[in-house]
């Protein structure tokens, strides 16, 4: 199974800055990866996909990278705002097709500074 | 705003005690799931379907049970709870082949 590492249980960043968040796995190479946000007590809402032949994805002041070479996906928040305080996501799939249950890993925890 | 919903959001109960969660969705979803999740672990999946009468165990071993009569209902029971089923229960439901996941907004289970 996929073992998924995402870089600190928590990151204190400053209003304004650009935050970036790392997903790291150690065996096979997804076909895809995806990013969630969750908020205390919530569930967690879907931000962006990326897929293994694309390099980067971008929706608003988001933007991931996918690097399958490294095994590692990174997260980016330009101009973080104090709202965007949250626990990130990442999540993979299985490995081979047809299989559709994601492995999720234990998240990054971002507060920003106002 | 998902159309995916729980109940009941929060519920307290003693040792022994059945319980059902219930989960409903809206969007015509075949894919539906149930993770669990401690405070501040990740989420772990426990069952999930891919079609009425069609139900799988997950990665995680769990003494719940579900059942899939009808597309847009997925409950979750435990016959008989116990202090170590404490835990917040997610739903979820997806569509397609690399569809997101739609989360409800959970249900948080004390056992005492």
């Known amino acids: 199974s996929q073992k998924i590492e995402q870089n600190s249980e928590a990151l204190n960043i400053q209003e304004g800055k650009t935050a970036t968040l790392t997903c790291n796995y150690t065996n096979y190479s997804p076909a895809y990866l995806q990013w969630y946000r969750q908020d205390p007590g919530r569930g967690p809402v879907f931000l962006l996909l990326i897929r293994e032949n694309e390099k980067e994805k971008r929706k608003e002041r988001l933007k991931v990278t996918f690097d399958t070479t490294l095994k590692q996906s990174l997260f980016h928040i330009t101009a973080s705002q104090p709202a965007d305080s949250a626990t990130y996501l990442c999540?993979?799939?299985?490995?081979?097709?047809?299989?559709?249950?994601?492995?999720f890993g234990k998240g990054t925890k971002l507060s920003v500074i106002p | 705003e998902a159309d995916i919903y729980q109940t009941p959001r929060y519920l307290v109960i003693g040792t022994g005690k059945k319980i059902t969660l219930e989960c409903s969705q809206t969007m015509g979803h075949d894919k539906m799931y149930w993770y669990q999740q401690d405070p501040g672990m990740e989420l772990h999946l426990i069952h999930y379907s891919y079609g009425v009468n069609s139900t799988e165990k997950g990665d995680l071993s769990s003494e719940s049970t579900v059942s899939r009569i009808r597309t847009e209902h997925f409950p979750l029971t435990l016959e008989s709870a116990r202090p170590s089923h404490t835990s917040q229960y997610l739903c979820?439901?997806?569509?397609?082949?690399?569809?997101?996941?739609?989360f409800g907004e959970g249900s948080r289970l004390t056992v005492l």
């Open positions: 999540a993979l799939p299985p490995e081979g097709a047809g299989s559709y249950q994601l492995t």
């Open positions: 979820a439901s997806s569509e397609g082949a690399r569809g997101e996941l739609f």
